[in-house]
Nanobody, 127 residues
Framework: VSLQESGPDLVKPSQMLSLTCTVSGGSLTTKFYAWTWFRQPPGKELEWMGSVGYDGSLHYSPYFRSRTSISWDTSKNQFSLEPNSVTPADTAMYYC????????????????????WGQGTQVTVSS
């Protein structure tokens, strides 16, 4: 499975941001797979933002639940991330990833549970 992020590298505060992850070598609907966005701000740890499961279920970390939206397009084998009204604090490296682990009763949210990663895309929010 290969993943590739795409989207703008520079956006102004309050502008809309949309990042897309294109998946190849696998299907978004493969059973038990989770498709996820992480980000890593400068000097900070990797953060789990949210996931879309193989069944289309959506899961967000509490911090990002009201701050972002995740969607998927199974016809294009893509899933997307749209943060709401970005600020400079959203400057980060954004990664899409996939987990083939089965996390019963919960969504896989630990980066160690993810075995496929995109190369990441740097997004800078600045006026």
């Amino acid at each position: 499975v290969s993943l590739q992020e795409s989207g703008p590298d520079l956006v102004k505060p309050s502008q809309m941001l949309s990042l897309t992850c294109t998946v190849s070598g696998g299907s978004l609907t493969t059973k038990f797979y989770a498709w996820t966005w992480f980000r890593q701000p400068p000097g900070k740890e990797l953060e789990w933002m949210g996931s879309v499961g193989y069944d289309g279920s959506l899961h967000y970390s509490p911090y990002f639940r009201s701050r972002t939206s995740i969607s998927w397009d199974t016809s294009k084998n893509q899933f997307s991330l749209e943060p709401n009204s970005v600020t400079p604090a959203d400057t980060a490296m954004y990664y899409c990833s996939a987990s083939s682990y089965h996390c019963p009763g919960r969504v896989c949210s630990d980066s160690l549970e993810y075995d496929y990663w995109g190369q990441g895309t740097q997004v800078t929010v600045s006026s």
